[in-house]
């Protein structure tokens, strides 16, 4: 039988969700001790504040990942008979309309203090009984703000791509991108330094673009896989090859002449509508449809709750990727 209702993992893939929930709570632990400093240093740079804004927006992707696996392994219920798997894709949705929204403010406020020609003041500090400029006290902890987020996120890519995650994979893809924000808030601090006052809001609003970038990108995959699209890569950009594995497999069944699908992301797994039309006088039998099914969850672990259904004729309005000419075809042999 297909895994219907399945909220266990296989070995492999179990053994990588756990390493991932590791990995989820060191970042959430990494992060207080980053947003603490920068909070301190900020002072009145606006580089500083978007740099401080996009560290408290990384707290929520690997928030809503801890929350979302922990609703996947609740069993289907008579009110969510499906299962809770896309608790994955409402995480993601959540995470990428935080960043778009928050990307939005920083952008209006940092146009605006461009527009008003605001010049931040970075002045000097006692530090251990000398007076040092406080723009490379801002620099050593963005140095810090900007490392080990991108070795987190290497780490966690892989495995965002081995269990089929959109918000473990966003949050990694977000990791893996902010040595550009400290990169970005450094130039601003540095230009503050040397009389550019301008360049602190230019450094801001280069980091709140690209958490704008980061927010549009990832709610337009999150909405897409809401809305039933045809299951996608992990990173929403391509269709993704089990489909078509899935349509090889059954079109090669001997009592089978043609087969198409529909396969939806429920989160981890896919929910996989099949149509078969017989081999002309086959009828088939409960246990040829069942070994059909068990040869397709075999395929990959991520099939899940497939329904095969054999027709006479594939139906096109239902499948439009179906070309017409390749219906007739596969209609009449």
């Known amino acids: 039988m297909s895994r219907f209702g399945d909220t266990q993992l296989p070995e492999e893939q179990d053994r990588a969700l756990h390493r991932a929930i590791r990995l989820e709570w060191l970042t959430i632990g990494y992060l207080v001790t980053a947003v603490i400093p920068v909070y ?19 707290f929520i992707p690997p928030i809503a990942f801890l929350v979302a696996v922990r609703l996947t392994r609740k069993p289907p219920s008579e009110r969510h008979p499906y ?38 003041p970075v002045g000097l ?15 050593l902890v963005l140095a810090y703000t900007g490392i080990p987020p991108v070795l987190l996120g290497r780490a966690k890519m892989p495995l965002s791509r081995e269990l089929h995650d959109r918000v473990l994979y966003a949050d990694a893809d977000m990791n893996k991108a902010d040595w550009m924000t400290a990169g970005g808030a450094v130039i601003g601090v540095l230009g503050i330094g040397v009389g550019l006052w301008w360049a602190d809001a230019v450094a801001a609003l280069f980091i709140a673009v690209s958490i704008i970038h980061d927010g549009w990108k990832n709610l337009r995959v999150a909405v897409a896989a809401l809305m039933d699209a045809r299951a996608a890569t992990v990173d929403g950009e391509e269709p993704h ?31 996989v509508e099949s149509f078969v039309v017989p081999a002309e006088g086959v009828t088939p039998s409960p246990t040829q449809l069942r070994e059909a099914r068990e040869a397709a969850s075999e395929l990959d672990w991520k099939i899940q709750d497939m329904v095969l259904v054999p027709v006479e004729d594939l139906p096109a309005k239902f499948l439009p990727g179906l070309r017409e000419e390749n219906r007739g075809h596969d209609a009449t042999g």
Do not use: C
Not at 48 to 58: Q, R
Not at 249 to 262: D, F, I, K, Q, T
């Open 40 to 58: 301190l240093v900020m002072g009145n740079s606006q580089a500083m504040k978007a740099a401080w804004v996009e560290d408290m927006l990384s």
């Open 83 to 120: 299962g809770y798997h896309r608790s994955i894709g409402v995480g993601h949705l959540v995470a990428a309309t935080a960043l778009l929204s928050m990307g939005a403010l920083l952008v209006w406020d940092s146009a605006t203090r461009l527009v008003k020609a605001e010049h931040p």
């Open 125 to 139: 500090m006692e530090l251990a009984g000398q007076e040092i400029w406080s723009g490379w006290l801002m620099i």
């Open 241 to 271: 090859p089990l489909v078509e594995q899935v349509d090889e497999l059954l079109g090669s069944l001997p009592w089978v002449r043609a087969a198409r699908s529909r396969v939806r992301d429920e989160g981890h797994v896919f929910h």
